[in-house]
């Protein structure tokens, strides 16, 4: 039989060592592992078949047609919230949400719960970090006490689920947090990586044999990484984050990942005095406020999964005063920036050499899409300049290395977004008209980075 000696498991990603190291080569995090018992060994294959069971039924894939052409899935009535989860919570499945602390995942679980509650379904809302008394208030705070949300304060994972598994199947279960929870199964102390993935797993069984939907709540690092259970997120349904920032009332869940719908759908929220409202025309809150006659910003028509959404690019671009100048980004990859930047200079014609440049995405939000470059470009040539933008322009399309405007995907729907909030004129590649097509706006193709600085600076 194998040894059973202490293990040490990195508590950021959960690699086993059999010694302590000050290094985890798994993720590099320094001064992660922790001594932890072992895992109580599996039953051997060969006990099992003695003892007569049979395990590993087959299954025709084409007998279990009629169970499942749609998932069956129960939508919570937050539209922004139904449409990161692919249309609601499908029954049986695992969700874990991730976000910083006091970004407000309770507060929205919360109000989830209350309103699967009120349709007359089965909800149960376990808290290991707040008492029953808390949890109440705050459900009083946003208006929801009268919902029969059933609450608990409880952190045993076997408790848990004796107690769901009372009376008729709960519909959704939130585990607020799972860093919280501990299990039995497993010797280690709450909060490492063992328990917490021991509570999961025994969570998840759970969920796949009752077909409750399970939320597990799980808490951030420094660096957005879901602490601890790195491991958890791969044994889940579905991962979601929950972000903004302090400075802004408005919130963004972002699925990063769904087994049971997509995956680049974002739901945007607002925090306000009564607990988070939904936000149905986010490209109107992200271009509140801004300033339309300064130098160096540009609205990027965006799309975020199947939705457009507009919001502004700002540049700084000041001569510097330092060796080496900075170039600092907020809201976009760093290495597009540079790109970007290398691509005016090469094919603009722009002297960046001795410049500072600041780059920030207005409102908190991040941008992944190449098709942001040409506002980015726009809005640095315009800083350079001293020049404004129109303020009734948006602009889109991803910049090539040879200075090329290459066309973006679904420029329809961001020419028909741009054009419903009163933007009169787009700059994007020619190609974002379609033969034959009446765009709902003025569209000033640019084929080239030239064109673009020409437009601006001339
Ligand atoms: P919470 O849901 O407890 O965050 P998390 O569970 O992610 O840690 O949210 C806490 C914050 O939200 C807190 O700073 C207060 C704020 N808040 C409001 O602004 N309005 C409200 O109605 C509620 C309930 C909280
Ligand atoms: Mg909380």
């Not at 459900?139 to 848990?160: C, K």
């Not at 969920?207 to 601890?228: E, N």
């Not at 791969?234 to 919130?251: L, P």
């Not at 005095?273 to 801004?290: C, D, H, I, K, T």
Request: with cysteine.
């Amino acid at each position: 039989m194998a040894r059973r000696g202490p293990t040490f498991v990195c508590q950021s990603c959960g690699a086993v060592y059999g010694r302590w190291q000050g290094k985890c080569d798994a993720c590099g995090a320094w001064n992660s592992l922790a001594e932890e018992a072992a895992e109580a060994p599996l039953p051997a294959a060969g006990a099992v078949r003695a003892a007569g069971r049979v395990k590993g039924r087959i299954f025709a894939l084409e007998g279990l047609k009629g169970d499942s052409r749609e998932a069956p899935r129960v939508a919570s009535g937050i539209g922004e919230l139904d449409r990161v989860t692919g249309g609601g919570f499908v029954h049986g499945s695992v969700i874990l949400i991730g976000g910083d602390p006091g970004i407000g995942k309770s507060t929205l679980l919360m109000q989830a719960c209350a309103a699967l509650a009120r349709r007359g379904l089965r909800v149960a809302y376990i808290s290991g970090e707040e008492a029953v008394a808390q949890v109440r208030l705050r459900a009083e705070r946003l208006g929801l006490a009268d919902a029969p949300v059933e609450l608990a304060a409880e952190t045993n994972v076997e408790d848990i689920v004796a107690t769901l598994s009372q009376g008729a199947t709960p519909r959704l279960a939130v585990i607020d947090s799972i860093q919280t929870m501990w299990t039995g199964t497993v010797e280690a102390a709450p909060g490492t990586v063992t328990q917490v993935r021991g509570s999961a797993q025994s969570l998840i069984r759970f969920a796949k044999t009752s077909g409750t939907a399970i939320i597990l709540v799980g808490h951030v690092t420094k660096d957005g990484q879901i602490a601890g259970p790195r491991v958890v997120e791969h044994m889940v349904d579905a991962v979601v984050s929950f972000e903004g920032d302090s400075g802004h009332h408005f919130r963004i869940l972002r699925a990063v990942k769904n087994r049971f719908g997509p995956t680049d759908e974002i739901g945007v929220f607002e925090m306000t005095g009564r607990g988070l409202s939904e936000v149905p025309n986010p490209s109107a809150l992200f271009l509140a406020g801004r300033d339309l006659s300064a130098p160096g910003t540009a609205v990027f028509a965006g799309m975020e999964g199947t939705r457009p959404l507009l919001v502004e690019i700002q540049a700084l671009v000041a001569p510097t005063s330092l060796g080496t100048p900075r170039r600092a980004v907020v809201g976009w990859d760093p290495a597009r920036l540079s790109m970007v930047l290398a691509v005016l200079e090469a094919h603009g014609g722009l002297k960046l050499g001795m410049h500072d440049v600041y780059l920030n995405v207005a409102g908190g939000l991040r941008i992944a899409e190449p098709a942001a470059d040409l506002a980015a470009a726009a809005a640095l040539v315009s800083s350079l300049a001293g020049v404004p933008l129109s303020p009734e322009t948006v602009h889109f399309g991803e910049i090539g290395l040879s200075g090329a405007i290459r066309p973006v995907a679904q420029a329809p729907a961001r020419l028909k977004e741009a054009a419903k909030l009163g933007f009169a004129r787009a700059v994007a590649p020619p190609t974002a008209r379609e033969p034959g097509d009446a765009p709902p706006l003025a569209l000033a193709g640019v084929g080239h980075i030239t064109d673009l600085v020409a437009a601006i600076a001339a």
